[in-house]
């Protein structure tokens, strides 16, 4: 992953470009088109996230109770700095004597059994000796059934709960993703099952707002294909900051900062955080039947935010724009993803045609409600 490009001033570099904020030290990178020092540059991302706390009331003042804030992890860039400039502000108010405002639970879902991955409990362990204030759990993909997400209602497919492996929660998950023919759709499924997941885990615990380590960069890439794969009346509710799903509010902290400037500072730290970083281990499908929605946004995005940064953050601010359907009281919800079916969706004679071969696929014993980005995902021509 590339970061900033280094400026004069570098190591790469015998001229000194003073740093545009503290006009002292020297620049180390751009940012935009800022040249900013070290100290600055971190100081700068630290402030992103936290006004962008302050600005979902988040932030926690002296008056206010204490919340319960949940952090899930995946070991990438975005989530580990997330919890970094969390974790900083903390101990600063505790030094301070001052009201810590919130408490953070992180949440690591283990998807090593249905995505090719190295285990990750050394990290985890790394994590907690690292940033040991703060509350874990981990949970296994597979063991979303504990939660009440049943995966024979997303698959609609008696053997998972008749046959030899209804016990076998871990033999259910890859039957699930067997099931499905395209890369894209099971890419798919694994991340409606980890949101889904992560959802009922904060309900349960009774966490006031999920902090989900998004950067800009990411909030474009989901929302060209969220749209591209039949959801882009659900984007409020995938993007959006202050967005709920069963009463839980979802937050973007890092939606103003782009994943090259994260990249950065994971090495800047200190320590640095690239100890606790998982390497991407996903190569680009050599097949165009292997490569999905996601990895095409993603290549793609990966390209223009090194020299359009503009451009990215221009997807998703006009994304931030769109305005949630109003759901009827007494409105369905998707079997699949969970969301509202409303009214206002429209999908034209794709939507009838989809809908209708995937209730004929699953038989009338299966027909629940599924709105239409789902029922291109479970049923495939």
Not at 99 to 123: K, M
Not at 221 to 230: H, V
Not at 302 to 328: G, H
Request: aromatic share 6%.
């Amino acid at each position: 992953m590339a970061v900033p490009v280094p400026v004069p001033g570098s190591l790469w570099d015998s001229r000194v470009v003073s740093c545009a904020r503290c006009r002292v030290e020297a620049a180390v990178l751009v940012v935009r088109t800022e040249h900013l020092c070290r100290e600055c540059f971190m100081k700068y991302l630290a402030t992103k996230v936290l006004k962008r706390l302050e600005t979902n009331k988040l932030r926690g003042g002296f008056k206010d109770p204490l919340r319960t804030l949940l952090l899930p992890i995946s070991f990438g860039v975005s989530s580990i700095t997330l919890l970094h400039v969390l974790d900083q502000q903390l101990r600063n108010r505790l030094e301070q004597n001052r009201h810590a405002g919130y408490t953070l639970h992180i949440l690591f879902v283990d998807q090593s059994t249905v995505v090719e991955q190295t285990p990750l409990g050394d990290l985890l362990d790394l994590l907690k000796q690292r940033y040991p204030s703060h509350t874990y759990t981990a949970i296994c993909l597979e063991n979303c059934s504990d939660y009440n997400i049943n995966i024979e209602e997303i698959l609609k497919d008696e053997t998972l709960t008749t046959g030899e492996d209804a016990g076998d929660h871990r033999q259910q998950m890859k039957q699930l993703l067997l099931n499905l023919l395209s890369a894209t759709s099971k890419t798919d499924i694994i991340d409606i099952v980890r949101r889904r997941l992560i959802f009922a885990f904060a309900k349960e615990h009774g966490c006031d707002s999920i902090l989900f380590g998004d950067s800009t960069t990411r909030l474009a890439e989901k929302t060209l294909s969220e749209a591209a794969k039949g959801r882009g009346i659900a984007l409020p509710w995938l993007t959006a900051d202050g967005s709920t799903l069963d009463g839980i509010i979802c937050t973007f902290p890092l939606r103003d900062l782009l994943r090259k400037e994260l990249t950065a500072y994971t090495t800047m730290a200190s320590p640095p955080l690239t100890s606790l970083i998982l390497e991407s281990t996903n190569k680009r499908a050599t097949s165009s039947k292997d490569t999905t929605i996601d990895d095409l946004m993603s290549q793609y995005f990966e390209s223009v935010e090194q020299n359009y940064p503009s451009i990215v953050a221009n997807v998703v601010r006009t994304s931030s724009r769109l305005v949630a359907p109003s759901a009827t009281d007494d409105a369905q919800s998707c079997s699949v993803c969970g969301q509202s079916i409303v009214t206002e969706a429209w999908a034209g004679e794709q939507e009838s045609i989809a809908l209708r071969q995937c209730m004929e696929s699953t038989g009338p014993n299966h027909a629940k409600a599924v709105c239409y980005g789902c029922a291109r995902t479970v049923w495939e021509p």
